[in-house]
């Protein structure tokens, strides 16, 4: 099946810090999406993004579907982007189910 | 609109119980999926709904889980007997017909003690 695979495992930062957080990916895609799971275990969705960029507000990501890879940037960080951070993929002739990456576990230092 | 929820929010049982977990997807979404997140891995695939009909069932680990959605429109997922491997976060979501973009509920944290 398709390997999805994100980095850094880990990032702290300083609050205020800009960050780039990025998943690689090993077939032509039909979705990608980009999620945030915060301290409370709550999945939250950043973008449905499966080629091109997408920013909301301090958030932004950007798939290179060609090159297999999609990128979210961070800017500004606060304590409150805390948590981890998911990429998941359908591949392109897929069955309309998820494969996600192992995450990268952000932390926000005040 | 509401987006999809799921009950319970957490739940804690001894190992041998049965719990059921509930997803009410998002209306009109034709799609029901469950994940789960154990023990700080992955997020894996469990199985797929296309309305009340099981699409892909390739997930579920074993014959101790049970996914039902009658009438196309919630979902539950029963585990019986519940072993403490089970434990973790159990997620619900739903899209479009033509499986866009997956809308997820806050899951269900189970632990099994």
């Known amino acids: 099946g398709i390997q999805v695979e994100q980095s850094p495992p880990d990032l702290i930062l300083q609050e205020g810090a800009n960050s780039t957080l990025r998943c690689n990916f090993s077939d032509s895609v039909n979705n990608l999406q980009w999620f945030h799971q915060n301290p409370w275990g709550q999945l939250i969705n950043l973008f449905y993004?499966?080629?091109g960029t997408k920013q909301n507000g301090r958030l932004s990501a950007t798939t290179v579907a060609t090159e297999r890879y999609s990128l979210l940037y961070i800017s500004s960080s606060q304590t409150t982007d805390s948590g981890v951070y998911f990429c998941a993929v359908e591949p392109f002739f897929g069955n309309e189910k998820l494969t996600f990456g192992t995450g990268t576990r952000l932390t926000i230092i005040p | 609109e509401a987006g999809v929820t799921q009950f319970p929010s957490h739940s804690v049982i001894e190992k041998g119980q049965t719990v059921t977990l509930r997803c009410d997807p998002i209306s009109g979404h034709d799609n029901l999926y469950w994940y789960r997140r154990v023990m700080g891995k992955e997020i894996k695939f469990l199985l797929h709904?296309?309305?009340?009909?099981?699409?892909?069932e390739s997930g579920m680990p074993n014959n101790r889980f049970l996914a039902e959605r009658t009438g196309g429109t919630y979902s539950t997922l029963k585990v019986q007997p519940a072993e403490l491997e089970d434990s973790g976060v159990y997620f619900c979501a739903s899209s479009q017909e033509g499986g866009t973009e997956a809308f997820f509920g806050q899951g269900t944290r189970l632990t099994v003690v």
């Open positions: 709904f296309v309305k009340e009909s099981k699409q892909d």
């Open positions: 993004i499966p080629s």
